[in-house]
């Protein structure tokens, strides 16, 4: 029976441009080895090996992991779908492990997966995860909310999210943009009152909020356009990209 408990793999998902470099590969290592500390996964030296498919191929996403079962690392690059767009999604209970498995990448997935599927099926394109009535996690992303007083509100790490990689390029930069952060819990008043909500990740840029539950919310598009320019230019960046392979430690 192969095992799909947390400790049975470490993973993160990482952009592919079309030359086969990867964005912001530094941090996602860094991320990478944190995680697996926490679940008791001892990580190689030796990072795998991403390449181009095709010249034609574009941007494109790559889930890289290391499975404890047959200590490898496993890659499999998937088109990216939708990106940066305006959104609708639900809200679903969040899942829990313990505090130290509760906001790592790890093998036992299926419930941000299930997620996903029920936002699917309510034709949504995002799950919010929700948790002592604070919303703590997307399925595939960040939530962020522009609060009315212009300041942008996150979840604390310690409610239980995924530490996004996208969100903390943002969270370094917004705040020269005018846009100040704030770690605080996104409970329903706060969602209630917002100018704006966006969910930042990865896969999915940053993609504005219309509705939550078949409810509007916000009427602003402030903190998305804000977002977007701040990622396209960061992507511009040369030190954002790296080739990884195993020579590239």
Known sequence: MVNSGPRSEVFTTV???????????????????????????????????????????????????????????????????????????ITVPAPRWNERTNGTKHGDWTAYSTAAEAAANAGCDAALLVHDYAIVDADRGTPMVLDEDGTVWMSPSTDGGVDGITAAVLESLLPDAGLPVIRGRLNERTVARCAEMVVVGTGMGVCRINGVDGEAIGNSDVLSTTCQRLMAQHFTEESTWSVVGPHDV
């Open 15 to 89: 952009l592919v441009n079309e030359n086969g470099a990867v964005a912001d590969w530094t941090a996602h290592r860094q991320r990478l080895t944190e995680h697996a500390k926490r679940l008791r996964i001892e990580l190689p030296d030796k990072p795998p090996s991403i390449t181009a498919e095709s010249e034609q191929a574009g941007w494109r996403l790559a889930r890289i992991s290391w499975s404890a079962g047959d200590d490898a690392w496993h890659v499999r690059q998937r088109p990216l779908t939708f990106r940066d767009e305006v959104i609708d999604a």
